[in-house]
């Protein structure tokens, strides 16, 4: 889980000046649910691959964007 305060920095280098607790709580929140939703997907990847391990090339693999 990250800190409120990795989010909070986070937030002020891409040019928010002040966010309160709630909103840092409801973006980690929201970071969470996505980054289980990409491992798991990772997970599946891999183990149709035949592999034990999840590797980089699958995290990277489920991240792309495709159009």
């Not at 409801?26 to 599946?44: Q, S, W």
Request: proline share 0%; hydrophobic share 40%; aromatic share 4%.
């Amino acid at each position: 889980m990250m800190s409120l305060l990795s989010i909070e920095r986070i937030a002020k280098k891409n040019g928010i000046k002040r966010i309160s607790k709630e909103a840092l709580e409801e973006t980690r929140e929201v970071i969470e649910e996505i980054g289980f939703d990409i491992a798991e997907r990772a997970v599946k990847v891999s183990r149709f691959a035949g592999k034990k391990t999840v590797m980089e090339d699958d995290m990277k693999f489920v991240t792309q964007k495709r159009e």
